[in-house]
């Protein structure tokens, strides 16, 4: 079925399913090889803009960030780029579904989180091989 088909019978696009908006800006962080193409079209498809990357200096509305067990420290990762966020933004942190190579266990994402100052809101199945755990700074610091 292609997504025209399916969205015309009430399915959502991925990026829906993210609550992404048109016209929102959107840094991804943390791409490799094994990140998730459809995702990242629908992304684009829907906000009407290229995802920009982590070299990107100016304020986003949401940060993408791909992660997998061994690409360093989680809390450090999500301290640099919560920097870039703007006043109510948000981080969606794809990793990689329980089963697959780089899996981040659900208490370590929860634990990283918190000590970086963030709340986590949901989780979904981002992708085929991909969870998404969305993060917010609380509404007390925003």
Avoid: C, Y
Wanted: net charge negative; charged share 30%.
């Amino acid at each position: 079925m292609s997504a025209t088909a399916g969205q015309a019978q009430g399915e959502r696009s991925l990026a829906e399913r993210l609550g992404l908006k048109p016209g929102q800006v959107v840094q991804e962080v943390g791409w490799e090889e094994d990140a998730d193409d459809d995702l990242r079209d629908s992304i684009e498809e829907l906000t009407g803009n290229e995802l920009v990357d982590e070299d990107f200096e100016d304020v986003v509305d949401v940060v993408l960030l791909w992660w997998r067990d061994g690409d360093g420290d989680l809390f450090d990762a999500l301290s640099g780029v919560v920097t870039n966020l703007s006043d109510g933004g948000q981080i969606w942190l794809l990793t990689p579904k329980a089963g697959r190579d780089g899996h981040v266990e659900p208490s370590d994402i929860g634990e990283d989180a918190t000590t970086a100052g963030l709340s986590q809101t949901s989780s979904i199945s981002a992708a085929p091989d991909w969870s998404g755990t969305r993060l917010v700074t609380p509404k007390a610091r925003r």
